[in-house]
């Protein structure tokens, strides 16, 4: 086997190069924003083109406290991934608990809120074009939120068993990427659902 | 190759478990690995099978379509020809045959000893190919295995509505869907993993700017494949959930819009193309320096033209629609991005022309396909900018002359470039050469095959002959023609037996290559042929974009002119 030792450049000493976990993190971001762009834009294109009821008018309410409740987790993992780095597990672990625990309160109310369209409103995915662009699109937000869920709760049932330490700071952050992502997404599903769609 | 003792520690298993030498050794150790090298090869080999089945599904239309008035195939089956014709091959060839070159080159020319992500790398490519397995599956399975099963019948790009439960009942077009969902999902792990590769994986020394174009190119098909292959896998979960949950989003019924679908679609199937077309110009900008024997002309051009390439591809893709009636603003604008499209791709054709230009030209088999390529590429970019004009587009769209456009694309240039992949990295991959003779033999059969089948082509589609019928009346006067596409069809049928059998023969009987039997320059030519487990025992370091060019000539290296 041989090695190429081509000439070397004497002022290369510092060879950095990007976190792979945040290059692939980004990378997965970019994928599921363009997945989210094309919900959106099937929702903003039907809106209003129901043939039948029940419209966003009438069913839909703005849902403010699980909206205030998923925001502030973003800004509790922060605090999580910071006190990690700082070897402060204790505060750590609270941080992620309050984080899991905001996320959880965000999926509860959006379970209520669906049981209350279906049972009450009567709008199912199959009732009308609203129906089908709403829980599809309020269902993929969703279903990230339960998938990044599972992961900080992963993370902090490891953290209660005490096996996580500073070491694990970039790949908790890397999940805290996602985290905020997922709640960036929250505010353009609001927006166009809840907002612009009523 | 990755060693018995690495797939044995990659896979976690204690030695005693596995009795050395067995087949079911050697298939464990292929399942289980996660060796960049050995998921490429696994890549390309699935891709080749594709290659051969849908390879032989358009010749089973040729000769239906050959003569007026033909009874050889059913129209239901020929439908269901044409689907999976199109399907495997842009899902299960172009892409898992790209991917594989990938996958093996990238970490050997950025210098590292695998992927970023090793195992989300084995994650994709079983993903894929069961993918592959579940469209085939349909044959058997398409109703339910009650009785006989049928494949998917909608056509490559599957318009709604006809793809809503009422108008395909049965199992098939599910298959279609979730078989696409499935390959979507390996593309867009592939692809996050040679961007992290590429941007975290360097060896030292490896800036951006010198990296090989290959790799350049690879980075920007990935980013593309972000945005342009999800909107299709949304497009998917959107049919998924009219199918299965009795959703609306093309059920047209119920105020649904068909439109829609063709925008999602195009929006990903334009930009596919060049998906496609970027590895092809990734692989001549590799090869026509080496046997021009000169520097690529125009690195950085290079590097811009293809960037803006990937940009503009994404603003194309209603060109696909002008015969909808999108209105005139519509129609002007995806005319003139298409038409703007042309500027880069025309830069590089100048720059690889420029690169030949004064060389010492030597005309090995890659040199061949490579020199192929640019002359049929330019062809299909002339094609190209003439359906661009969205008038010509109208008389023209859903003809022949379409068909003709896009295979001398795939075939002409993409094609061509693959085959050129081949014999000049197949002495790299195996550690022997392929054999000239039979590789002028196979370019020049293709060569002229090729061009009987798409040159001729254009003629019934200029003539009107629309695509996707299963036979013509005999009047039309389109008879003759079709017989010339299809002899052509066959002709180029002999050259890939020639080429399977090339690679066959050649991988005992091929002439030792040693590690640099071209007396190229990048990084993956210092390793020996085939390379070993994690490529490099000691990481390299470089100083320049030709790195082996300083080593060969430490006189005169490259880094004194950067």
Known sequence: ?198 | MATHTHAAAVAGLPQTMRRPGGILDVVQDWVTTVDHKKIGLMYIGYALIFLVVAGCEALLMRIQLAVPNNQFISPQAFNRLFTMHGTTMVFFVGMPILFGFGNYLIPLMIGARDMAFPRLNAFSFWVSAFGGVLLYFSYFAGSGLYGAGTAPDVGWFAYAPLTERVFSPGHSTDYWTLSILLSGIGSIGTALNIVATTLTMRCKGMKLSRMPLLVWLYLVTSCMVFVVVSPLTAAQIMLVIDRYLGGHFFDTQAGGSAVLWMHFFWIFGHPEVYILVLPAFAFANEIIPVFSRKAIFGYPAMVAATVGIGFISMGVWAHHMFTVGMGPDANAFFTFSTMVVAVPTGIKIFNWLATIWGGNIQFATPMMFSLGFLFQFLIAGLTGVMLAASPFDWQLGNSYFVVAHFHYVLVGAILFMIFAAFYYWYPKITGRMMSETLGKWHFWLFVIGFHMTFDFMHIPGLLGMPRRIYTYEADRGWGGWNMIVSIGALVQTVATLIFVYNLVRSYKKGEVAGPDPWDAWTLEWSTSSPPPSYNYAELPTVGSRRPLWDLKHPDDPDSNFE
């Open chain 1, 1 to 198: 086997m041989s090695t190429a030792m081509a000439i070397s450049n004497p002022t290369e000493d510092e060879w950095k190069q990007p976190s792979r976990g945040m290059v692939g993190m980004a990378c997965l971001i970019a994928a599921e924003s363009a997945i989210f762009v094309i919900f959106v834009v099937a929702y903003i294109f039907y809106t209003g083109k129901s043939l039948n009821g029940p419209t966003p008018r009438e069913v839909l309410e703005l849902p403010i406290f699980s909206t205030i409740c998923l925001l502030s987790s973003s800004i509790t993992v922060h605090f999580a991934v910071h006190d990690l780095r700082a070897s402060r597990i204790g505060r750590f672990i609270a941080w992620l608990a309050s984080t899991v625990l905001l996320g959880s309160i965000f999926i509860a109310s959006t379970a209520a809120e669906w049981y209350k369209l279906i049972y009450h409103d009567g709008l199912t995915i199959s009732t009308n074009l609203f129906g089908t662009t709403f829980y599809s699109l309020v269902g993929l937000h969703a279903s990230h939120v339960i998938a990044g869920l599972i992961m900080l709760g992963l993370a902090l049932i490891l953290a209660i068993l005490g096996k996580v330490n500073a070491h694990h700071a970039e790949r908790l952050e890397v999940l805290s990427v996602y985290w905020h992502f997922v709640d960036a997404v929250w505010v353009v599903v609001f927006t166009v659902v809840y907002v612009l769609g009523r």
